[in-house]
């Protein structure tokens, strides 16, 4: 198992940045696959940003690319994602999430095992 712990919302300007943490315990992230995952009102889970622990493969959904990076501190045992030029359609809570198996589909939000508790990015325009 893995424990996950979201960090960093909040509510910023279109344009701003923001840069979220995710610890987590039980298990070293780098064994894994770890996610960003972001729910809006009313919206399906959207996959964001992930990394395979197999091979250090990243990806992004399209809307973010160039905009969000994903990055994980071994040392530390922690995610983050660091993200940019945010706009409101970026308002979303923001998901920490695990697939503790490294054959999973990285990009699929419903293969997660486990998920943090969620932190609330809120952009205004």
């Known amino acids: 198992q893995i424990q996950l712990v979201e960090s960093g919302g909040g509510l910023v300007q279109a344009g701003s940045s923001l840069r979220l943490s995710c610890a987590a315990s039980?298990?070293?992230?780098?064994?894994?696959?770890m996610g960003w995952i972001r729910q809006a009102p009313r919206k399906e889970r959207e996959f964001v940003a992930g990394?395979?622990?197999?091979?250090?493969?990243?990806y992004y959904t399209d809307s973010v690319k160039g905009r969000f990076t994903i990055s994980r501190d071994d040392a530390k045992n922690t995610l983050y994602l660091e993200m940019n030029n945010l706009s409101p359609e970026d308002t979303a809570v923001y998901y920490c999430?695990?697939?503790?198996?490294?054959?999973?589909?990285?990009?699929?939000?419903?293969?997660?095992?486990?998920w943090g508790q969620g932190t609330q990015v809120t952009v205004s325009s």
């Open positions: 990394i395979n622990g197999k091979d250090n493969m990243i």
């Open positions: 039980g298990r070293a992230m780098s064994t894994v696959v």
């Open positions: 999430a695990a697939d503790l198996s490294v054959y999973s589909k990285v990009v699929v939000a419903d293969d997660y095992d486990y």
